[in-house]
């Protein structure tokens, strides 16, 4: 059993979250088709309540901003919702000699197409984010002199990861959810933001739908009018079937491309281990794969399969390379080739389309792989030994050895009702994160004058990400959003309602057509529809020549969404059709981009292995090359630009956008640049938007 007393391990995976209340806030009213609908005012409106939201209301609250909150769920995206083994926050090491912070902007952005100047932002940043987070009382682990304890994760040579455990992001999101409700920032919850409003090229707010007012005539439509909009309404885990998301989360990428809003990167995303949302969508990275469970698949007769064997050549590269799934948990398509750790991943996703489900199971060593050599904690590869050799656990079996290195992780499964010393787990390769959205410039502000982006909605990845930077970079764009804001002048509103009727009437004429329509789009069947497709022609293991036609499918679809309308039975399911326009064209920007880049000459990278007949590079498994399986390797000329979208009403817009390079950091200097900061001019100044 482990030594950890169990009301710590409680405390950390049962994270009760605080009472969020819906404020009561003064409405003025604008009739719209003959319907009064609610109109609010404030300065900065913050839509969505993650880690990112939150970290950015409560750094505006801070600086005297008028802040409101609006979240269609308090805690339900995946700050508050998701994580893995020990969910992983990344910033600057802060121990031993600390870190050199040109060589984590290296290291954040080395996929390629990420802005040079942000991932040197969020490598600067990162310590303000993290010691914020530690004043608000994030309870990091540290060893006795202060110093925050770090691993290993996922694109990090050097070991800069931290974590509170399966929940860190919960936790994040609890202790800024405590400093808003100290700060007294009002929360509207159940409100939903469905239209960017605009006037004179600027934001001016949102239509919203608030479900505590669903049943009125104007099925709780409201205008929000605000100095400045945060988007940080998370990703859009709606967008694929195999999806590792929480339930619910559509994001708003959808909305800010109807909008008009630059996006970029959307080719970039992650895939990797988990069990899946038909159960308990949960990331299985770390030290659940660390501790070297047997990995099997069952096929319709029942029959077991140690399908691994037939990929791998030894019991040890087998196990190895289980085990570096642990710290190389997204699929990385150069990582298929040369026996590597991806290998696992396409051996995973050849079984589920055999129809056979993965499982994972603690309570098995490894089967023999394909020399026939028992599985043995002598027979691994250094790096796996040394791991488990330092964490003193070379205990017997997986389950002994996770609860000796990670027993949260076992509670974790626990609480959501399966047992891990008693079952094991199926799991599949499903979709994550986003690493592509909202085009911001350094300080997270979109093409959209008074409009951020943080979070996962925020296009600021690249093509990929050390695990952890996702949370930081949404903790630092908080920040430097907030400040941004704040010297620009965030009043609360006084925009005159009359001059949006226009805006306003065309959401509440989808609502109300929606509602009278006998026929039109259902709204399970648009998600069937968008959800299949993106995972089955634009998954990690993507056919290329199947890009186009799938582009043509959801380019037609997004036309009937649009025009066509849906027809809707009840009030109740006015938020789904605009969740579901929003990602109808959202599909279908991703489609465009990847299209965009296959025709461009692009090849396998990141999450995404291209597959094509002519493709230069075969993939080796014991048996030799895999037939009829060949992948584009990558053009690494294409890591310097990122390919951005517009939408004008009724197409795309599309530009390859090169990256934005970062001043030579040996030119800056105290006193020349003193002047700058005092004046705000390093709001206006050196950084400008492509
Ligand atoms: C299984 C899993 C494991 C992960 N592990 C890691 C990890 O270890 N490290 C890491 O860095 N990242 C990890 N990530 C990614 C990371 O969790 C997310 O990128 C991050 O939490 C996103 O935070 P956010 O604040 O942008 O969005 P979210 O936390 O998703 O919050 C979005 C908020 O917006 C609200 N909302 C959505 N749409 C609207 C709307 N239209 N109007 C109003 N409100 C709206 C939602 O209700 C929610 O409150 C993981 C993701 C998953 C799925």
Redesign the pocket.
Known sequence: MSSVPQQILDALTRVEMPKVVRAELPADTMEVAGTALPVYRCGALV????????RAAVEAKRLGEDVLI???????????????D?????TAGTGRHGDDFVKLAADIGSGGCMDQDTAYIEAVGSINALAGLQYLGLPLPQDRFGAVLRYQ?DHDDVGRAT?CGPR??RLM?KVLAEEALRLQIPFLPK????KILQHDGRCVG?V?IDQNRRDEPGHGLCVILAGAVVL????P?ELYRDS???K?????LG?AIEAGLAVTNLTESQFGI?TRRTEF???L?GTYVQVLPYIYSVDADGTEHNFLADYYRTTRELVSNVFRKGYQWPFHAQRMVDFGSSLVDLAIQRESAAGRTVYMDFLRNPEPGANGAAFSLEDLDDDVREYLVNNEALHELPIARLERMNPLAIELYKMHGTDLRSQPLPFNVSN??MNGGVAVDSWFHSSLPGCYA?????GSHGVTRP????????QVGGVRCARHLHEAGCATSSVSADTLREQVAASLNVATTALAADTGLQVSAVRDAIQARMSDQAGFICERDAVAPALAEAQSLRDQALTTGFAIGRPSQVADIFRWRHLALASEAVLTALDHYIRSGGGSRGARALVAADGALSVDTRHGAIEGFRIVPENPAHQQHKITLRWNGSDFALSEEPIRQREDLNNIFFEKHWPAYLTGAIYRDGFKHN
């Open positions: 839509v969505g309540s993650g880690a990112a939201g939150l609006i979240t269609m769920s308090p805690f339900g995206g995946t700050s508050a919702c998701s994580g893995s020990k969910q992983t926050l990344h994760t974590s860190t992001s999101c409100c939903e933001a469905v949102v919203a940080a309404t998370g990703g885990g590792v998301y929480p619910h989360c559509y994001g708003s909305m988990g969508p949960w990331n990275s994550q994160h943080v979070g996962e909605v925020c695990g952890g930077a996702a949370l930081n970079a949404g």
